[in-house]
């Protein structure tokens, strides 16, 4: 009555799971070391200026990335929110931690690397994807 699935696609879908759950993972540990490093005091002028700002534009763009192909079924804007959430509690934390300071620069490359690397994810997506309708 039912046939079975062709042990070619569980494989597949076995190895997006693996690779998804792995993304999560390490977005969840640079999420950790963002919070919890930021917080040290040698992260006070860690990267100098104007460095830093390539340093918020990378962290985030490479976080969102991670975190879009790790929840792949989360609508992407719900997980730019989240990552972009992740960068103002970053800034405004700032505030209070001693030789620290918040700035709108910071939070405006973190919205643009979240932002970039979304885009770049829908076009790798739809490539793949065409790739795949051509292969059939």
């Given at each position: 009555m039912?046939?079975?699935?062709p042990?070619?696609?569980?494989?597949r879908?076995?190895?997006r799971?693996?690779?998804g759950n792995?993304?999560l993972a390490?977005?969840?540990?640079?999420?950790?070391?963002?919070l919890?490093g930021?917080a040290q005091?040698?992260?006070?002028n860690?990267?100098p200026?104007?460095?830093?700002?390539v340093?918020?534009?990378?962290?985030?763009?490479i976080?969102?990335f991670l975190?879009v192909?790790g929840?792949p079924k989360?609508?992407s804007?719900?997980?730019?929110?989240?990552v972009?959430?992740?960068?103002?509690?970053?800034e405004l934390?700032q505030i209070?931690l001693?030789?620290?300071?918040a700035?709108w620069l910071d939070f405006?490359?973190d919205?643009?690397?979240?932002?970039?690397?979304l885009?770049?994810?829908?076009?790798?997506?739809r490539?793949?994807?065409?790739?795949?309708?051509?292969?059939?």
């Amino acid at each position: 009555m039912f046939s079975e699935a062709p042990a070619g696609l569980v494989a597949r879908a076995r190895l997006r799971s693996v690779i998804g759950n792995l993304c999560l993972a390490l977005a969840g540990l640079m999420t950790l070391a963002l919070l919890w490093g930021g917080a040290q005091p040698g992260a006070v002028n860690a990267v100098p200026s104007p460095y830093d700002q390539v340093a918020h534009f990378v962290c985030f763009g490479i976080m969102g990335f991670l975190y879009v192909a790790g929840l792949p079924k989360c609508p992407s804007w719900l997980v730019a929110a989240m990552v972009i959430g992740i960068g103002g509690v970053d800034e405004l934390r700032q505030i209070v931690l001693p030789g620290r300071h918040a700035s709108w620069l910071d939070f405006a490359m973190d919205l643009a690397g979240v932002v970039s690397a979304l885009l770049l994810y829908v076009v790798f997506a739809r490539m793949a994807g065409n790739a795949r309708a051509r292969a059939r």
